[in-house]
């Protein structure tokens, strides 16, 4: 087991490096980048001042200025849409500032020295280092991703038992067709619905809707952090609850129907064992294999994809948050950072996921298969 750890291990450099770059080439073709999101905000400044020279000082001196501001920036203008009109010593400016006074490959090259050594460098716009900015906003990731992926098992696994159990049963078909509305309906539907409900929208204001804490939070004894901590939780995570739980609770009744019938259990049934000691002691460990090992790939899911709209009707400013706040902006190094991490941790849980599968089935042996 130690050399497929250790190949996993090895194969995760690779694989990292090739996401990385993809996604670096991708990115020098996509228009909108931080240079032209900074030409965006001085541009209108900019014609004003070109407005003003051109009225205020005359009409054959102004126009000879505004012409000749106009064709010292022509070169700038032909790379950068929105430029005409700007000094080309200002964009090449933004240009070094940026770092994009290099060619792509070398700064790629930077990058990834800088990446070695686990600096991500500097927010373009925010002016903070990005790995301070991820650990900042970490805690309202991991808190709706860690209980909502606890209560989504704490729910899917009895009731998928409890279908396998009662297959076609009244119970079966009304729980399928909850099952189907919550598969049907996004989460930030119910999100909004909550709030509408019960945070102040049209009715009562029975939890709060903004932040993970209140105010006076530092103030208040342990006890009642802890409270006031899952009080702002309840309306997020119901709401990604809601939307996450149908296909875990398909996929355990599903295998756990694949090993009601088989041959084992038949055996067992036929030694006089009782139905809950064969559904517990035999079929569980089987059935249950591909549900419990994904747990680590299935909270990653949840922590990173599914929470951007939560966090953003309930206020709450995560990693969700951040990553759709410097993809708009083409705030390079928070994406690139974020990818990095996002990715490293995502291969490394993958290894894990692989390993729980050893854990609740010992039999399964990845060594020797691959060998």
């Known amino acids: 087991m130690l050399a497929y750890i250790l190949r996993r291990l090895l194969l995760i450099?690779?694989?990292?490096l090739g996401i990385m770059v993809i996604?670096?080439?991708?990115?020098?073709?996509?228009p909108g980048g931080p240079v032209e999101q900074v030409i965006a905000q001085v541009t209108g400044t900019a014609a004003d001042s070109t407005a003003r020279i051109s009225g205020g000082t005359g009409g054959e001196t102004g126009g000879a200025v505004a012409g000749g501001f106009a064709q010292a920036a022509e070169g700038a203008s032909a790379r950068y849409r929105g430029a005409q009109g700007l000094d080309p010593e200002f964009i090449k400016r933004i240009e070094k500032q940026f770092g994009f006074?290099?060619?792509a490959h070398e700064r790629l090259w930077l990058m990834l020295k800088q990446y070695v050594q686990l600096d991500f460098g500097v927010s373009y716009f925010k002016d903070r280092p990005v790995t301070e900015l991820i650990l900042e906003k970490l805690p309202v990731s991991i808190s709706l991703g860690l209980w909502t992926t606890l209560i989504v098992y704490l729910i899917s696994i009895p009731l998928g038992i409890a279908k396998a159990v009662r297959d076609g049963s009244r119970f079966d078909i009304w729980t399928s067709g909850v099952i189907v509305v919550g598969y049907a309906i996004p989460g930030f539907l119910f999100a909004?619905?909550?709030?509408?409900?019960?945070?102040?929208?049209?009715?009562?204001q029975w939890f709060p809707l903004r932040g993970l804490t209140s105010d006076n939070w530092a103030q208040l004894s342990l006890?009642?952090?802890l409270l006031d901590y899952f009080w702002h939780l309840v309306l997020p995570v119901v709401a990604m609850v809601i939307g996450g739980f149908a296909g875990l609770v398909m996929l355990t009744k599903n295998s756990f129907m694949e090993e009601i019938n088989k041959l084992y259990?038949?055996?067992a049934r036929a030694k006089g064992l009782s139905e809950r000691r064969v559904l517990y002691g035999h079929i569980f460990r089987n059935a249950m294999l591909i549900v419990i090992a994904g747990?680590?790939?299935?909270?990653?899911?949840?922590l990173f994809t599914s929470s951007l709209l939560i966090e953003v009707i309930f206020s709450l400013d995560g990693l969700g948050l951040l990553g759709f706040e410097a993809a708009l902006k083409r705030d390079y190094p928070i994406m690139f950072g974020s990818l990095f991490i996002f990715t490293l941790l995502g291969l490394i849980v993958?290894?894990?996921?692989?390993?729980?599968?050893?854990?609740?089935?010992?039999?399964?042996?990845f060594e020797s298969r691959d060998a």
């Open 13 to 16: 450099l690779p694989t990292l």
């Open 23 to 30: 996604n670096f080439v991708i990115v020098q073709f996509a």
């Open 101 to 103: 006074d290099k060619p």
């Open 192 to 204: 909004v619905l909550l709030v509408v409900l019960f945070a102040g929208g049209s009715f009562v």
């Open 223 to 225: 006890m009642g952090k």
């Open 265 to 267: 259990v038949l055996t």
């Open 295 to 302: 747990f680590p790939g299935a909270f990653i899911g949840i």
């Open 350 to 365: 993958n290894l894990v996921s692989d390993l729980m599968y050893v854990m609740v089935d010992p039999r399964i042996d």
